[in-house]
């Protein structure tokens, strides 16, 4: 008979073993989960189209990501394909985008809530990086030239900027989600809907209220398509 300490070993690995299981998504149980866009079923995703009525189709997309794109103000766009374009990406865990900067542009400070990143750069060059969590906020950070390859860590701060005051830049980007999700910073605290108080915002950012008044006003345009 096991002793009381074995068992309490035993329990504790036990649970050890259940809570990393349950903080990781589970493996597919089949070759493929095509979302079913209709169903009424909420599920953490979406539900299974029935495999009888899935073709080609539900795993392509004419996505015509070799085609430059127009940038916004910041000088970039995002253009993402994920399970909302390709329903075969249901469960798989990945989607991709191309990104495009404008000379000098950005793709300002932003997370990816669900998501690691892997990004390449195609045409020109990058200044990337990202910053680490409390307490010690270190940024990483790094210059790329074409062909060159730097990783996000899942749900860190990090941003992509243009040098190139003459040249456009352009990258891919793969997503290890389905659904990545994207929050930019300046977009999330001061294009809030209903805006955050300017007396909270002042005192987080050590301004006067008028900063942040003048701030809230601005259009925050998303860079994400």
Not at 21 to 37: G, H, Y
Not at 80 to 99: E, F, Y
Not at 118 to 144: A, D, H, R, W
Request: proline share 8%; aromatic share 8%; glycine share 6%.
């Amino acid at each position: 008979m096991a002793s009381p300490s074995s068992l309490c070993l035993l329990a504790a690995l036990l649970a050890l073993v259940s809570w990393q299981t349950i903080a990781s998504d589970p493996s597919p149980l089949q070759d493929f989960c095509v979302a079913d866009e209709h169903s009424p079923v909420l599920v953490n995703g979406f539900a299974c189209l029935d495999p009888k009525h899935v073709n080609a189709d539900h795993f392509f997309k004419a996505a015509m990501l070799d085609t430059p794109r127009k940038t916004n103000k910041v000088g970039s766009n995002v253009t993402l394909i994920n399970v909302m374009q390709i329903p075969g990406l249901n469960t798989l865990g990945i989607s991709i985008a191309r990104i495009d900067y404008a000379p000098l542009g950005q793709n300002p400070p932003h997370t990816h809530p669900r998501a690691t990143e892997i990004l390449t750069v195609l045409e020109g060059t990058l200044y990337v990086g990202f910053v680490t969590s409390n307490p010690n906020n270190t940024l990483f950070s790094k210059v790329l030239k074409k062909g060159d390859v730097f990783v996000f860590p899942v749900g860190l701060i990090h941003f992509q900027f243009n040098p190139n005051p003459h040249q456009p830049a352009v990258a891919i980007a793969a997503l290890s989600s389905q659904n990545p999700g994207a929050i930019t910073i300046a977009n999330a605290v001061f294009g809030s809907k209903p805006p955050i108080s300017d007396e909270v915002l002042a005192k987080a950012f050590q301004v006067e209220k008028g900063t942040i008044d003048r701030l809230q006003a601005q259009f925050w345009e998303n860079n994400h398509y």
